[in-house]
């Protein structure tokens, strides 16, 4: 993706600060490394939207006898390792803590801000995962991990549930609106054809439970009408698909006198 900078938390409260350079020449990378317990976003889809920067978490296990100029890292890639496009725009890692002797668990937080230019819609589905590390003297090792994360475009609902109040027994209509993002545009547009999900929960209860499933008309418009039989709290819930995420609209409280 171009822009990639190294965050490297330090315990002592400094940063260590360079560019990584994605395109290394294959023959740089070294041996003498070998990374284990490799995870990145704890098994759930990378989720990315139009202009908030997600953070996905990570970690790795290496163990070497090696000097390393800084801490290992875990990014989803494609292509050629070390000469492919990576998926990220910066990354905090941690310090070791140590295992045994030559042997390091490290944590960190892989950063994509969508607002840069050269994330797209072509930048979501299946993204292979890689551990790297920066040797002493310019060397570095990277390693395919066998796994790989999905990444989808981020999905979101708008509620209206009318009128407020409502005599009980009459009919109260529940809209909404059910979008997905744009990576090209940056902008949110109608996903027309889903099936979303209207929820209720009742006043004083902390629960939702599902009344039906309705499907979104092309322009992603919902509607659906219910009987008014107590006051509480209408919701639309998608549970995304293969390319898109989940999403839950905000609550809208109806009285029902």
């Excluded at 296990?61 to 801490?71: C, E, P, Q, V, W």
């Excluded at 395919?144 to 609902?157: H, I, K, Y």
Aim: some cysteine; aromatic content about 8%.
């Amino acid at each position: 993706m171009g822009k990639k900078v190294w965050r490297a938390a330090v315990a002592g409260g400094a940063a260590a600060v360079f560019t990584a350079v994605a395109a290394a020449p294959a023959g740089a990378a070294e041996n003498g490394v070998s990374f284990t317990q490799v995870k990145l976003g704890n098994g759930k889809p990378i989720v990315i939207g139009v202009s908030k920067e997600v953070a996905v978490p990570g970690s790795v296990r290496m163990t070497t006898t090696r000097k390393y100029d800084s801490a290992p890292y875990v990014v989803p890639y494609r292509g050629g390792l070390d000469s492919g496009d990576e998926l990220w725009t910066a990354i905090e890692g941690s310090d070791c803590r140590v295992v045994s002797t030559d042997v390091c668990d490290f944590t960190q937080t892989l950063y994509i801000d969508p607002t840069y230019s050269d994330i797209g819609n072509e930048d979501t589905g299946t993204w292979k995962v890689a551990a790297r590390v920066y040797l002493e003297g310019d060397a570095h090792d990277t390693d395919d991990e066998g796994f790989t994360v999905q990444v989808v475009r981020a999905s979101r609902l708008t509620v209206n549930a009318s009128p407020e109040p409502v005599a009980k027994g009459r009919t109260i209509t529940v809209t909404g609106l059910v979008q997905r993002a744009n990576l090209d545009t940056d902008k949110y547009a109608s996903y027309g054809g889903r099936k979303v999900t209207l929820q209720f929960k009742p006043a004083g209860s902390s629960t939702y439970t599902t009344v039906k499933k309705v499907y979104a008309n092309s322009s992603g418009a919902l509607k659906t009408t219910v009987t008014a039989t107590q006051t509480g709290t209408w919701r639309w819930v998608y549970y995304g698909n293969s390319v898109t995420g989940a999403s839950t609209s905000s609550g809208d409280n109806v009285v029902v006198q």
